[in-house]
């Protein structure tokens, strides 16, 4: 049910945009998030949205260059990923779930249910 798509390789300082079907999800699995994990690395979250008001939020450790957003009638949510760099490659994936979207600007994996495959990120 979540299918990424828009991942690539961009050299640094460059920009990508991730987009995250939600086609047939319940809106009641309202909470809609970005992950990404890197090799030896543990998964991050990196971004979520509250589809029901379109608030969302991004982590710390991208805030400034990464942007979360959605299209509720075209069942998609995006994540806008500005001056990528080497740290930036991972294998980023969109999870749903309910209840709890973010506190603050942390974004935990285990609030999130259901995952998509993860599409990859590579900046050199």
């Known amino acids: 049910q979540l299918v990424e798509s828009g991942g690539g390789s961009v050299q640094a300082g460059g920009s990508l945009t991730l987009s995250c079907s939600t086609s047939?999800?319940?809106?009641?699995?309202?909470?809609i998030a970005w992950f990404r994990q890197a090799p030896g690395k543990e998964r991050e979250g990196v971004a979520a949205?509250?589809?029901?008001?379109?608030?969302?939020r991004v982590s710390d450790s991208v805030k400034g260059r990464f942007a979360i957003s959605q299209d509720n009638a075209k069942n998609m949510v995006y994540l806008q990923m500005n001056i990528l760099t080497p740290d930036d490659t991972a294998v980023y994936s969109c999870?749903?779930?309910?209840?709890?979207?973010?506190?603050?600007?942390?974004?935990?994996?285990?609030?999130?249910?259901?995952w998509g495959q993860g599409t990859q990120v590579t900046v050199s």
């Open positions: 047939g999800l319940p809106f009641s699995t309202y909470c």
């Open positions: 999870a749903a779930g309910r209840h709890v979207c973010y506190a603050g600007n942390v974004v935990r994996h285990y609030w999130y249910t259901s």
């Open positions: 949205i509250d589809r029901r008001s379109g608030d969302g």
